[in-house]
């Protein structure tokens, strides 16, 4: 599909940002090499085969910012800049939700980010990781813990996963949340070569873990699509794989609030089973169990694929306590493989090798806490109360958005839901923060996105009707 880019030239072009741009997309008539600095250049491009226009990435259509960073370091430390590597080089920080949030910080209503709040931004901590945090010895807080994690924690965690389904599994490896779990497989699994099937729309940072950082080729893939479950999709995207793949499975889903009924999910597990080159399958299980209605699948795809052929696939669960315990500072997350015996142990040791050489071992005061509560037994009615509070808030904002006529991307899950919006996003976000109103803009797909874990079931109508009236529609 033929599209056009506009695209901001701030410095002297070079072939870098012109490389970047055109690792997505080609160009077709490439712009002279030095432009007036604020100058606008429009670029026809060719959309890869199913992407809509308006869903190319912001950060495809403008200068990647890595390369202001570059310029800058060029400019001012020579040396810094000749000495950094390919990573180095791609590397920047994003003007993302973080970002966003931290400007929401002092809203009254502050939707943004995708943790549980009591609405006030005061914390809903569970009391049994309360309690924990007074109550621990000095040897489990101050002392080294083991790499890859406390081992009674990994056994804990481990059996948590058993009661969710007996395939095969390796000992949960314990990570520093599941950012970090999902970038050590980026470097245990991507190169240039890897093509990376991201869900569209995604989270953010999948981006920077297994693009900018790792290099891979990010294929996306439609969730959803005029409203609805995108059936093909894992097909149609295998079926572009070059030579091997890392697919990222999220559900419930950031920023759609979206998992599917075991129906919906069948065809993209028969298309994973019967692909025809490796594949890893990341199962991103952030949101593990914050499920809403009845007809949707309670657990991981993880626990579907044990039964994948070891030839062809091999299954991967990231999850933690960030959100399933409510314990988004304590930074503890798990990577587990659907695999047991040598192979387990082979991919262990990889990753752990990987870890000792960025972080080593992870704090052991959060592992000392997430154990204390695991073997709290107030831990499971505590979390069905939370699940009520979070059930609350899910159907406030269903009812108040369908009342106030708003139109909304299917969510029946996790922490979020999607508000396609006509005219920038952006600038009805910052409409909005004026009001004292912080929700997150997602340009690349024209969206807003609702944080409803961070937001109380009294403030959610005055959300609601805020973002009516910036929308211009009637509201109750
Ligand atoms: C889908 C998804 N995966 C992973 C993470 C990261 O979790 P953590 O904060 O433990 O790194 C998030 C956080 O928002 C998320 O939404």
Partial sequence: MLGYALIRVQKKWTDEPYQSFCKN???????????????????????????RQDRIPRYWLT???????????????????????????????????????????????????????????????????????????????????????????RAAWKERLDRAGDGPKSEPFCTVGLTHGLSLLGDLFVDEDTDVLLPDPCWGNYGMIFEARSGGRVIPYPVLQDGKFTTNAMEDAL????????VILNFPGNPTGYTPTADE???????????????????????????????RITRSPFHELAD???????????????????????RVGFVTFGVSGPAATALESKLKGIARASISSGPAISQAIVLSALNDPNLATEKATLMEECTRR????KRCLIEAKIPHEPFNSGFFALIPVDNDPEALRLRLLEQGVGVVAIPGIRAIRIAFSSTSVEDIPELVNAIAEQLNLAST
């Avoid at 399958?281 to 952030?286: K, L, R």
């Avoid at 062809?312 to 500072?329: Q, S």
Wanted: charged share 20%; with cysteine; proline share 7%.
């Fill in 25 to 51: 997309s080609t160009l077709i008539s490439a712009p002279k090499r030095r432009h007036k600095v604020h100058s606008l250049i429009l670029v026809p491009i060719f959309c890869s085969k199913g992407m």
């Fill in 63 to 153: 200068m990647n910012p890595s390369q202001d960073l570059n310029e800058t370091l060029r400019n001012h430390h020579p040396a810094a800049y000749a000495c950094l590597s390919r990573v180095g080089q791609r590397m920047f920080f994003p003007l993302g939700i973080p970002a966003q949030a931290q400007q929401a910080k002092t809203a009254k209503v502050n939707a943004t980010i995708g943790q549980l709040t009591d609405g006030k931004g005061g914390a809903m901590p569970l009391p049994s990781m309360a309690k924990a945090i007074s109550g621990l010895s000095l040897e489990s807080t101050t002392l080294y813990a083991a790499q890859g994690g406390h081992k009674t924690l």
């Fill in 239 to 246: 079926a572009k794989v070059r030579s091997k793949a890392v």
């Fill in 265 to 295: 999910l069948a065809p993209w597990l028969d298309a994973i089973r019967n692909t025809t080159k490796p594949i890893v399958v990341i199962c991103d299980d952030a949101y593990n169990g914050f499920v809403y209605e009845n007809d």
């Fill in 308 to 330: 994948a052929d070891p030839a062809r696939v091999l299954p991967i669960k990231v999850d933690g306590a960030t959100k399933e315990l409510c314990f988004f500072g304590g």
């Fill in 394 to 397: 899910y159907h406030t904002l």
